[in-house]
């Protein structure tokens, strides 16, 4: 068994296949590193900006279980980062931030089809069907539209993506609204989805990226607990809010 | 208590002060977002391309003990990158990855020293005294020297900053050859304490850095134990190496 | 919202509606007090030995990847033992350990069944056309015969246990080896999810105890990586045997 | 190398040179086996109590950042308590639940003194001279008192233990008192300490003590939190005391 990852030597580290001295460092950006060790090829730069743009997005968002739980971590194990952010990242997953593979799984199975509008029909009336959401669509604050998936479409139009994904998740969009009667935002997991398929992201690689996203909010969220011990005022509300009481006999 | 990182309504999303859809979506990359959630500013280009360098420098030397943990702890969560990736993240530390938190230290106190050739040489002479290494000095492998430094000195003096820091580092160096009479190479770590430093990074925030670094690293290593399931091979070849025996009476 | 876990004043520190000092220190066990946090109430003498058998039983297997893993996180956080075992937790799950769940809810369905037989070979037709394992059934090294179901049932038998569930299994043991005629041993897992139905555990738990179990094994390897340093080892090995190649171009 | 922690073949587990199913299961409990891992031979009955004792002070004591984490993760990963748990246990460290390891250093170093008393004296002048506090003494809540100590040096004399830490840690308590002029506290991980060393448990492996300990209160925290899901409800007050504000220009 072989790596193909990574590999150093006295004089030369090298990463799938390129020189870390020689061909990256300086040369190519964080964001184009990552594309080449996830998807095997540098980016062209335009496969690089739809990456950013989809890094970006997921960045941070104040307040959620991955930001509450860093905080609350880095606060027991002060100056060590890795552990405030390891234990925020375990929040990233099915139920919050990791969830655009479902949508993805979608169009990546929709994208052949030769009547998309009768497939697109099919999913949202299979859907229905079985009581579950469509993954990729509706928001529980930003209402009536996502304000994220129209940008990233635009960033990707910019870039010169192909936009067949796009398209598609616009197309299922339609019949989401016709299918429920009533219009259920793209959300943005939803666009990223479409924009990772466009630069040719394989799906069970997504995750992942979601996850390296959020490692960088969580740095941002552990810069400011330094400052102002949010942690110890969550542990006084809650405490407060939540009291202890015997069980009920 | 309020928080500054990152805040959301219906219509929009804000980071630190920033429109997330209107200024930062398709306009900043996720290095520069990522300076300006842990510097609070956006990174002027040349900011932004060194700290894209140290990024780069960090993310990935093949077998580590972050990524070992993450190959193995991924095939037992399949699918789960969050778990993969959290628990290589936990060997960032002290020992491993997260050392730059030493050297940046010594920099920032030495920057300010009128006689800087006097305090060099004080900083060598405690280190020799109490036996400990100097942060940011040797390696284990790359002998004579670590081939990464003065890639990063290039960049950083492309991109224009100041350089004091550098320069310092380069003293230091040089009092750390006199003082133990052989040459020991400046490291990737102390290079890049030098350079995040130069670019106005905090040194409390550095180890974080690192984390989100070594992040992007780990996603490329579950793409690979998706296809190799190198885990397994692992574990059978740490049951034939290291076998069980009863103890000794 | 309340919480009945626990909460404590100047004086006092209650668990579960129990007084900690006057009532459970010294007075109940570990596992006593598990069980009370876990189900409740405090569990009968017969019960108490039935959970620690169970406990005991999934503590420790030598190399696995929680072991693995706790080994190399502690080798990089040494001192933290919190790091080395929840790295090393993260690998109990779906695929290792974590794994009585799924036997525990076909139990939980089919112990109200008036025609158990008829049951236990629909459960197995419906495995076999869906080319699904069942799960508390088989193993890749104890054949022909696990041999802890039988010892955690002769101990269930003797702490007194009514021994409904056990039967199920039992039944559905006999089933299986019909169904796909040969013989599938009944595992420890198996074993673990029946016993524990038998002292009134919730399905939902189960994990959880799994998890309580392994950290005392984990706590084990801390103590001998300390002194091995098997971890720099696991390093060394998989180096050589899984060397970087650059990637075929 | 070698492990001697435990290893399988076809048709039998060992654990330190234990048969696990003839030996183990349901002849010693969870606890005995606990410290047959970390100390290398099983507990005399006495030894195995105080180890309860210990283990159950420990478990549980309501809102802390372990069983915030735990919640915050679990809501995060629903079914997977392996991630709870191992997200809850990062906050065992230095800060909280992890601090018996300064006392028994403290108490391991003084039991070889032959005028203790007087060393007794030194310890609280030097810590006192470095406005250091004493690890094993005073407590933020448990005014005068915290109703542990007594308790557990009880069950100790009971159990029939020699005593010597326990009276070194008194003897340093009195020492505090005269010291610092005001009555402070033994608490409990200082009477853990010195009952851990009475039973012959290494420094050493203390803080994965605490960690085994912990994990069991996370279970029960795990189980409740199935029910009340206080997750949403911390991140709900959180999001209403502390609000996002764009930073001060």
């Not at 001295?21 to 060790?37: A, Q, R």
């Not at 980062?81 to 799984?105: E, K, N, P, S």
């Not at 940008?151 to 993506?161: D, I, Q, S, Y």
């Not at 740095?219 to 949010?230: F, I, S, W």
């Amino acid at each position: 068994m072989k790596t193909h990852i990574a590999g150093s030597d006295a004089t030369s580290i090298r990463l799938r296949g390129r020189d870390l001295v020689e061909e990256l460092i300086g040369k190519h950006g964080f964001t184009e590193v990552l594309y080449l060790l996830t998807c095997g090829r540098l980016p062209t730069p335009g496969e690089a900006r739809v990456l950013d743009a989809c890094l970006v997005t997921l960045m941070d968002h104040g307040w959620t279980p991955t930001s509450l739980i860093a905080r609350l971590a880095y606060d027991s194990a002060p100056g060590q980062a890795q552990v405030g952010i390891a234990a925020g990242l375990l929040a990233v997953g099915d139920v919050f931030a990791g969830t655009m593979d479902g949508c993805a799984r979608l169009l990546a199975e929709g994208i052949d089809k030769s009547d998309k509008v009768a497939w697109c029909r099919e999913v949202v009336q299979a859907h229905r069907t079985l009581r579950k959401p469509i993954p990729g669509f509706g928001h529980p604050f930003h209402k009536p539209d996502d304000p994220r998936p129209p940008r990233l479409f635009r960033v990707a139009a910019e870039c010169g993506v192909q936009g067949h994904h796009i398209a598609l998740l616009r197309a299922l969009g339609e019949a989401v609204d016709a299918g429920y009667g009533r219009h259920l935002t793209i959300n943005a997991t939803g666009a990223i989805a479409a924009l990772l398929l466009e630069i040719g992201m394989p799906v069970s690689i997504m995750r992942g990226i979601a996850v390296v996203s959020r490692s960088g909010g969580l740095a941002g969220h552990l810069v400011e607990e330094q400052q102002t011990h949010a942690a110890r005022e969550i542990w006084r509300i809650t405490d407060e809010h939540i009291p202890y009481e015997d069980p009920p006999a």
